[in-house]
């Protein structure tokens, strides 16, 4: 019978694996944490899922954080200099739950179903015995040696290092806008901020994330130690987001504002990559990347965890459509997936670049004109493929779009006496 391992038990190991498990596929998920370590571990990410993710959470059986209760319905949006506040609203709510709740609850799932989770490390030096046991190998696991193993496809990795700078925690007496959202806050210079309301232990807190541009005035909360001084900390964050950040800094309440845990944190920095999808050991097993070992994004649009899901649950309906292994199964999982995996990771080397793209000005600028312009890019993080193909992906592109929504705002002004 076929036999699937997957190192990783992230979201894309974990949706790879309840799908095969629907259809009574045995499948081994190898990793190096407990359900429980991961649980007791630090803040990993502020990861949140849109609609799209949300639905196929639905269709395996895992939607155990209803959207009515957990979801937020918009995007609220202040760049700085311009002075520019606008709202895009989503068709379907997204939602963000911590994943040190979400992944060890999906494991358990997993478990329930018959699949089998084995703690243990794995490098690559161990994929070839690994192989032994299984048809076909996916790797889910982001850890360097893996990494390694794969090669970094250079034609779609255009940066030598982080762009960004991060600092991301998890804080109590930040009230929500009137409809609860993400707000994307952006301080030309010095970086982003994204505030996301963020179920966690502590119940709904809102996560901070701070984007600091490598040389900004903000990338001090990259090295500020809290540990050191949790006040002067806290105080810190306070003084930058009045400086950088002010329509997040007018919702905060300063007497209750806290960190909710002091493993609620994290600070450090991400390369955005793309690495090679397959690699065939000489046993003539497949290895397929998938999840961060494959793609590597900046968090600053929120696509990691809503790519992850993707990549595993697409290579899981290309073995479940034809169970031939070898190099043919690693060149289908790849061409399959191959568009939305490339036009994400170009959606986010656009969004950190330093200077902005100018055509990505101009469509801030648009959006903050246009309901229907701004409500298509939010509704587009759901869909990076048209993101990139109608509104972002050039500035021939990007002028396209602003002149058709114009025409479609035009179109629905009421009329005037």
């Not at 690559?124 to 190998?137: G, M, N, R, V």
């Not at 690699?279 to 990691?304: E, M």
């Not at 965890?305 to 070898?326: H, P, R």
Request: hydrophobic residues 40%; proline residues 5%.
């Amino acid at each position: 019978m076929t036999n699937i391992g997957v190192v990783g038990a992230g979201t894309a190991g974990l949706h790879l694996g309840l799908l095969l498990r629907q259809h009574d596929i045995p499948v081994t998920i190898y990793t190096d944490r407990t359900a429980d370590q991961v649980a007791e571990g630090r803040l990993p990410n502020s990861v949140a899922h849109h609609a799209v993710t949300i639905e196929r959470e639905r269709e395996l059986g895992v939607d155990h954080w209803p959207v009515e209760e957990f979801g937020y319905f918009c995007h609220h949006h202040w760049v700085g200099g311009a002075e520019l506040f606008f709202r895009g609203n989503f068709q379907s709510p997204s939602r963000a739950v911590d994943y040190r709740i979400y992944q060890p609850t999906l494991m358990g799932d997993f478990e329930d179903r018959g699949g089998r989770i084995e703690i243990r490390s794995v490098e690559a030096e161990d994929l070839d015995a690994l192989s032994e046991k299984h048809d076909a190998l996916v790797v889910a696991s982001g850890k360097k040696s893996l990494g390694d193993f794969f090669g970094i496809n250079e034609a779609k990795t255009p940066y030598a290092g982080p762009q960004r700078r991060l600092m991301v925690g998890l804080w109590h007496g930040v009230a929500n806008e009137d409809t609860k959202s993400v707000t994307l806050s952006i301080a030309p210079g010095h970086g982003e901020l994204l505030d996301i309301p963020l179920y966690s232990f502590a119940g709904h807190t809102h996560a901070l994330l701070f984007e600091n541009v490598i040389g900004g005035d903000t990338e001090v909360l990259a090295d500020a130690r809290y540990d050191d001084d949790p006040e002067a900390f806290r105080r810190l964050v306070l003084e930058k987001m009045r400086q950088y950040h002010p329509t997040v800094a007018a919702r905060i309440d300063e007497s209750t504002f806290t960190l909710a845990r002091p493993q609620d944190l994290l600070q450090g920095a991400v390369r955005p990559v793309l690495r090679n999808d397959y690699r065939v050991l000489d046993n003539g097993t497949v290895v397929i990347a998938a999840g961060d070992v494959h793609s590597v994004l900046d968090p600053v649009i929120g696509q990691g965890g809503n790519s992850a899901s993707y990549s595993g649950y697409t290579v899981g309906q290309e073995i479940l459509e034809d169970l031939g292994f070898g190099a043919d199964l690693g060149r289908r999982a790849a061409e399959r997936r191959r568009e939305r995996v490339e036009k994400v990771s170009d959606w986010t080397n656009l969004m950190v670049q330093v200077p902005p793209a100018p055509h990505m000005i101009d469509l801030l600028g648009a959006m903050s004109q246009s309901p229907t312009l701004a409500d298509e890019f939010t509704q587009n993080f759901n869909d990076p493929i048209a993101q990139w193909d109608d509104v972002l992906g050039s500035p021939e592109t990007a002028a396209a779009a602003i002149a058709r929504t114009a025409t479609r705002d035009a179109s629905e002004e009421p009329a005037h006496a």
